[in-house]
């Protein structure tokens, strides 16, 4: 988890733990296991989707029958597979980040499970990748079922902008690490001056979100938090 990360010494709660030992990883795919694992060695292992969060946008993408998808923010792949795994063959995700290194992490796995051939990884800044969509937009315009971000969570405001145009009417657009390590709730004399700055702008982010009459949405506490939009106009 990302939380022991920058507090060491904070231990998961007992009922996150009875979720994560009961439902999450007896039901956790081998490959997406095995992708976890081979994550866990890196230093920047924090970065990875939490296997609860994990868990729901699966059954989000089951749903609502998810065939075009888009994700901000890669790593090594965790994410990238579990919705790989859950589209159909002919499904596509336009997967876009700016580091190759870590997504080669995981591609082997993610070739070992057949589903390469869904992904168009794109080696790029997301923004863009999104304007050259959104140039496209009697093509590209409300054309995507469902979209994930867990990127540079400065910028989480400009990507809504653009993904509530790309994502159709219906559609899923999911946004990770808005609890920021339980910060966004504490006085801000209490946090730590390293991650201030995410802290602050999540906070602006998750206020603007709640706000947003183009969609129905839903804080929950999963992983790091987890901000799911449903895009009703």
Same mark, same amino acid.
């Given at each position: 988890?990302i939380?022991?990360r920058i507090?060491? @010494?904070?231990?998961?709660p007992?009922?996150?733990l009875?979720i994560?030992e009961t439902?999450?990883?007896?039901?956790?795919?081998?490959?997406?296991k095995?992708l976890r694992?081979?994550? *866990?060695?890196?230093?920047? *292992?924090? !970065?990875?989707t939490?296997?609860?969060?994990?868990?729901?946008?699966?059954?989000l993408?089951?749903l609502?029958?998810?065939r075009k998808?888009?994700?901000?923010g890669v790593?090594?792949? !965790?994410?990238l597979?579990?919705?790989a795994?859950a589209?159909? @063959?002919?499904?596509k995700i336009?997967?876009?980040?700016?580091? /190759?290194?870590t997504?080669e992490i995981?591609l082997?796995i =993610?070739?070992?499970?057949?589903?390469e &051939?869904?992904i168009? #990884?794109?080696h790029?800044p997301?923004?863009?990748?999104?304007d050259?969509l959104?140039e496209n937009?009697?093509?590209?315009g409300?054309?995507f079922d469902f979209a994930?971000? @867990?990127?540079?969570?400065?910028?989480?405001?400009?990507? &809504?902008?653009r993904l509530?145009?790309l994502?159709?009417v219906?559609?899923?657009i999911v946004? @990770?690490n808005t609890?920021?390590?339980?910060?966004?709730?504490?006085?801000?004399?209490d946090?730590p001056?390293s =991650?201030m700055?995410?802290r602050?702008?999540t906070?602006? #982010?998750?206020?603007r =979100?709640a706000?947003d009459? /183009?969609v129905q949405m839903?804080?929950?506490p999963?992983?790091?938090?987890?901000?799911?939009? /449903?895009r009703?106009?």
């Amino acid at each position: 988890m990302i939380l022991r990360r920058i507090f060491p @010494d904070r231990k998961l709660p007992k009922d996150i733990l009875y979720i994560m030992e009961t439902s999450v990883y007896p039901r956790e795919p081998k490959v997406l296991k095995e992708l976890r694992d081979v994550t *866990a060695s890196h230093p920047t *292992a924090f !970065y990875g989707t939490s296997p609860d969060s994990g868990q729901l946008m699966a059954l989000l993408l089951k749903l609502i029958n998810a065939r075009k998808t888009i994700e901000i923010g890669v790593y090594t792949g !965790y994410s990238l597979l579990l919705t790989a795994l859950a589209i159909p @063959d002919d499904g596509k995700i336009t997967a876009i980040d700016t580091v /190759r290194e870590t997504y080669e992490i995981g591609l082997p796995i =993610i070739r070992k499970a057949g589903v390469e &051939h869904k992904i168009n #990884f794109i080696h790029s800044p997301a923004q863009p990748v999104l304007d050259e969509l959104l140039e496209n937009e009697v093509d590209e315009g409300g054309s995507f079922d469902f979209a994930f971000v @867990d990127a540079d969570k400065g910028s989480y405001l400009e990507y &809504h902008e653009r993904l509530i145009r790309l994502v159709k009417v219906g559609g899923i657009i999911v946004y @990770d690490n808005t609890l920021w390590f339980g910060t966004v709730a504490w006085p801000q004399q209490d946090v730590p001056e390293s =991650i201030m700055s995410t802290r602050l702008s999540t906070v602006e #982010f998750n206020q603007r =979100i709640a706000a947003d009459s /183009r969609v129905q949405m839903s804080l929950a506490p999963l992983g790091d938090g987890l901000t799911i939009c /449903r895009r009703i106009s």
